[in-house]
């Protein structure tokens, strides 16, 4: 069995998270862009909001537990209705269906995954700071 070098490590791991987050990220962006997007026709169902999952894969080569997108799936939740009679999207009530975005919720997702975001990116960052230090040792003691 072979030795995990933990810094090689740390970087797999930590870049794994960038690129989950990354993805989280686009995720959340397509939804804030579609808050208002609603059907063309009368009565259409507008932009529903997605998700994603993420899942813990074995990487068995380098030794480490990293994250992956496990799916990319779409929130069921009830649309919203609006009374806007004259709207090309109305039913026959005058009712629109608006997507079952909020806003709100969106920004916060945003925030959390730019703060796992900028975690990772310093734990790289760390980690090729550590392996630079390393080589400089051992230049220094090769002279």
Do not use: C, W
Not at 35 to 53: F, K, N, Q, V, W
Not at 86 to 93: K, P, V
């Amino acid at each position: 069995m072979s030795a995990v070098d933990p810094i090689t490590a740390s970087m797999s791991i930590a870049g794994s998270g960038l690129e989950a987050q990354s993805q989280r990220l686009r995720v959340v962006s397509e939804n804030i862009a579609n808050a208002e997007s609603t059907g063309s026709l009368s009565g259409a169902d507008p932009y529903r909001r997605r998700t994603i999952t993420f899942d813990s894969v074995m990487n068995r080569a380098a030794g480490v537990n990293l994250v992956r997108v496990k799916d990319y799936g779409i929130d069921n939740a009830p649309f919203r209705l609006e009374y806007e009679p004259g709207h090309q999207a109305a039913d026959e009530n005058g009712n629109v269906k608006r997507p079952n975005v909020n806003v709100l919720v969106e920004m916060s997702d945003m925030r959390e995954a730019n703060r796992s975001y900028e975690a990772n990116l310093q734990i790289f960052k760390q980690a090729r700071a550590m392996a630079a230090m390393t080589i400089d040792m051992l230049k220094g003691s090769s002279s």
